[in-house]
């Protein structure tokens, strides 16, 4: 089956600085989503990405859609305790006949205040 | 508004064992999802339901786990004869709409522990 792959699998940062993880697909996708999930929650929605090349902010959360449609990254900005959890990326269809969400698996944030 | 809700939150059973969890999507969503969720992996799609029928279930090892849906509404997973691999959470979530990433809202979950 489709496959995303995320990196780094975890990252360890100071309080404050600037975080990149990004998420490749060997299939295309019309959408590209971006979730946090805290211990013992449900993921929630970040970022939602529909458009090649788009690019997406939501705070502090800036996220894009690669060219290819096969990649997409987030960036967090100046990070604070509560920034950490895990995030996942998923690549969807929308509009097809299912739209189910294929996730990656992971990127686990540690912030150190 | 109220979110998806899904009990029991935790369960521990013996392999062999049976076991069900129940979810309750937000009202008026027509779309359910059951996701499985091994520690350290992503959630991975079991079935999906629009109203009270199977879109996709392609996933769901059918030989050990069922689901329903009977009055398009609330739902329920179930798995029986469970195995040690079977240890994971499993999330539900719901959607408006077909795959609508607004609105897809997954719930807090089920951590299941097979021993």
């Known amino acids: 089956g489709q496959q995303l792959n995320q990196s780094p699998q975890s990252m360890f940062i100071q309080e404050g600085e600037d975080v990149s993880m990004n998420c490749t697909s060997s299939?295309?996708?019309?959408?590209w989503l971006w979730y946090k999930q805290e211990p013992g929650e449900g993921p929630v929605l970040l970022i939602a990405l529909y458009k090649a090349g788009e690019l997406t902010s939501n705070g502090r959360l800036t996220a894009q859609f690669g060219i290819t449609r096969k990649d997409s990254f987030l960036n967090i900005s100046a990070s604070i305790p509560s920034d950490v959890g895990i995030y996942f990326c998923?690549?969807?269809?929308?509009?097809?006949?299912?739209?189910?969400?294929?996730f990656g698996k992971g990127t686990k944030l540690s912030v150190k205040p | 508004e109220a979110g998806v809700a899904q009990s029991p939150r935790y369960k521990i059973i013996e392999k062999r064992q049976s076991v069900a969890f129940w979810c309750n999507p937000i009202s008026g969503h027509a779309t359910l999802y059951w996701y499985q969720q091994i520690l350290g992996q992503g959630p991975k799609l079991l079935i999906q339901?629009?109203?009270?029928?199977?879109?996709?279930d392609s996933q769901l090892p059918k030989d050990r786990f069922s689901a329903e849906r009977l009055k398009g509404v609330d739902s329920t997973l179930k798995i029986q004869p469970a195995k040690l691999e079977d240890s994971a959470v499993y999330l539900c979530?719901?959607?408006?709409?077909?795959?609508?990433?607004?609105?897809?809202?997954f719930g807090s979950g089920t951590r299941l522990t097979v021993v």
């Open positions: 339901f629009q109203n009270n029928g199977v879109v996709d």
């Open positions: 998923a690549g969807q269809n929308y509009g097809g006949s299912q739209g189910n969400l294929i």
């Open positions: 979530a719901s959607s408006p709409r077909q795959g609508a990433p607004y609105g897809y809202t």
């Open positions: 299939s295309i996708f019309n959408t």
